[in-house]
């Protein structure tokens, strides 16, 4: 495989911009981040990208590669790549900076308008609160806890481009295992948070964000599951 | 809140209207089918509490479920936000009520103008 050649179409620029095409050996074993690393060390070296672990932990290193959001550095080319090359582009539905870098701060600040922060119960002088790890709600959480940020979901979702109030699939699945969080000493504020405009109501439903989530989430269920908890919490009162 | 409750009624009245909405088109078919003139549709309807509950409770929910789902294309679509787009969909559903109650009392009223 070694002496074959991947024709990589790279976005240079910001809004505006162009492909640029590279050639670039294709080795056995090679994520679409080789690739770019490839690309920025022997071609390119103004580059811009972003990238730290490299093993699917920190989701930074997430573009639109083929036309689908995807993280690189655990996206393998040779599962990618049929008779065609290579077209990597920044995520959509954030705003650019360079290159393949966006700028992940309306991202953030829209975990932050959906109340996903924990907000302690307890202080540290008191013992740690004791749940079984097969307690049903920590169960709900456990599903959803292993969120990346890499901002997949996000890109991937059409109500997110449609609604720029819509606080978005991760955003809202933070708040769905908060909600469900027993140790969590606001949790009536999530649903609250979460009832606003642009909250779990806008989703249609589409399930992009369950499609194209790299590790496996299901954020539609837990945004279903904060719509029938804010109708139970309406209905109840609890929810003004 | 607004949100939460917005969601609730489009869904409620989606649930009401869709029994509704196939019993309005047997309907239909019923009298289309037995050939019924507006003359005899109208001695069944006029008086008849049971129709007028049935397409009293039909306009409600369409006038409750139509405007929610403008106002949600709206935003979307034509991003057309606050509180102009609120104020133009209530005044479609408040529309569609009134049409829709003065069709039902056309069609049950006793003394409503025959061919109304």
Redesign the interface.
């Given at each position: 495989m070694t002496d074959e050649t991947l024709t990589v179409e790279i976005w240079r620029g910001k809004d505006t911009g162009r492909f640029e095409t590279y050639q670039v050996p294709h080795r056995k074993s090679q994520t679409i981040l080789d690739v770019v690393t490839w690309i920025q060390r022997n071609r390119e070296p103004a580059l811009a990208y972003r990238f730290a672990c490299r093993v699917g932990m920190c989701g930074s290193c997430a573009m639109t590669v083929n036309g689908r959001p995807r993280w690189t550095c655990r996206t393998h080319v040779s599962k990618i790549v049929g008779s065609g090359g290579v077209r990597i582009e920044p995520l959509r539905n954030l705003p650019r900076i360079k290159d393949l870098v966006t700028d992940m701060t309306p991202f953030f600040e829209k975990w932050q308008a959906a109340r996903g922060r924990f907000e302690p119960s307890a202080t540290r002088s008191e013992p740690m609160a004791s749940i079984p790890s097969d307690d049903p709600e920590r169960r709900i959480v456990d599903a959803g806890i292993e969120c990346i940020n890499c901002g997949v979901c996000h890109a991937a979702c059409d109500?997110v481009t449609?609604?720029p109030?819509y606080v978005g699939p991760a955003a809202l699945n933070r708040a769905w295992t908060l909600a469900n969080d027993q140790r969590d000493g606001d949790r009536a504020g999530v649903l609250?948070a979460v009832?606003?405009?642009g909250?779990c109501?806008?989703c249609h439903t589409h399930g992009s964000c369950v499609e194209h989530c790299p590790v496996g989430l299901n954020p539609t269920a837990g945004i279903a599951g904060l719509?029938r908890m804010?109708?139970s919490a309406?209905?109840k009162g609890s929810?003004? | 809140?607004?949100?939460?409750?917005?969601?609730?009624l489009q869904r409620g009245s989606a649930i009401l209207l869709a029994p509704l909405v196939l019993i309005h088109l047997g309907l239909i078919l019923y009298a289309i089918g037995d050939g019924l003139s507006a003359a005899e549709i109208l001695e069944r309807t006029r008086g008849n509490l049971g129709w007028a509950a049935f397409y009293g409770l039909f306009v409600l929910a369409v006038a409750v479920h139509a405007p929610i789902g403008l106002r949600n294309l709206a935003?979307?679509?034509l991003a057309w936000?606050g509180r102009s787009v609120d104020a133009t969909t209530l005044a479609f559903g408040l529309v569609l009520l009134a049409l829709g109650l003065r069709a039902v009392w056309a069609v049950i009223g006793v003394g409503a103008g025959d061919g109304a």
């Open positions: 109500v449609w609604n109030d609250k009832s606003e405009v909250g109501h806008a719509k804010t109708l309406l209905l929810l003004s | 809140m607004i949100e939460a409750r917005l969601y609730l935003r979307e679509w936000r």
